[in-house]
């Protein structure tokens, strides 16, 4: 007499749950780390891009993080979105042989079209005042609609040029057909304005050629 064993259906499946399982965290495991170093090179060009203002001969001394983001409980007045500021963000400072500091300061908005829009923003001192002012703007991470909502990027239009020299994104003219993603990015340029007003002594202490 022969005996046959079946396996149940639950049996079954629940043996191919676990080797799906142990699958996606083997791919898992091993595209961390390329992605992780691809997401920093791609920071820091567009990191770069802020710091080497356009239009300016001027040679860069350095390159540093100067200060960590304060906590939202200690600047409620810098952040629209306070609950997205991470902890572990600073502002970046790019000291000039004869002109002040620029100082690229990351900021981010939930209301783009497809959610989150990350932003670094160039801001110099300038004036008697020293007023901040955008010298520029890098749009570095988001997910909105190739070919209309893409075009926040610096590389796939002007729109962000027009912010420069300015102190304020108020009257900034909209970017037809992806208004929601523009209206994200402005916030998060108001933000990183917001900052510079809120911790102006600390960044005019860093701030002289």
Not at 64 to 71: C, S, T
Not at 142 to 151: A, K, L, N
Request: proline share 4%; net charge negative; glycine share 6%.
């Amino acid at each position: 007499m022969s005996i046959q064993f079946q396996q149940s259906p639950a049996h079954t499946l629940g043996l191919f749950a676990a080797v799906s399982a142990a699958l996606v965290t083997a791919v898992y495991l091993l595209t961390r780390a390329p992605i992780e170093a691809a997401e920093a090179r791609w920071f820091q060009h567009r990191l770069s891009a802020v710091l080497q203002t356009p239009g300016s001969a001027t040679a860069l001394v350095a390159s540093e993080a100067i200060i960590e983001l304060p906590a939202p409980s200690e600047c409620t007045e810098c952040w629209s979105d306070a609950e997205l500021v991470q902890a572990d963000q600073a502002i970046y400072m790019a000291a000039q042989k004869s002109a002040s500091a620029v100082f690229a300061i990351p900021s981010v908005s939930s209301r783009g079209y497809n959610g989150r829009i990350e932003v670094i923003t160039g801001v110099q001192l300038v004036g008697e005042q020293q007023e901040p002012t955008i010298v520029s703007v890098e749009v570095t991470r988001h997910r909105e609609t190739p070919g209309i909502g893409d075009r926040i990027e610096a590389d796939k239009s002007q729109w962000l040029a027009q912010f420069r020299g300015q102190h304020t994104v108020a009257g900034a003219d909209a970017l037809s057909g992806a208004t929601i993603s523009a209206s994200a990015v402005k916030a998060a340029i108001d933000d990183a304005l917001r900052f510079a007003r809120a911790n102006q002594a600390t960044l005019k202490s860093h701030s002289a050629p």
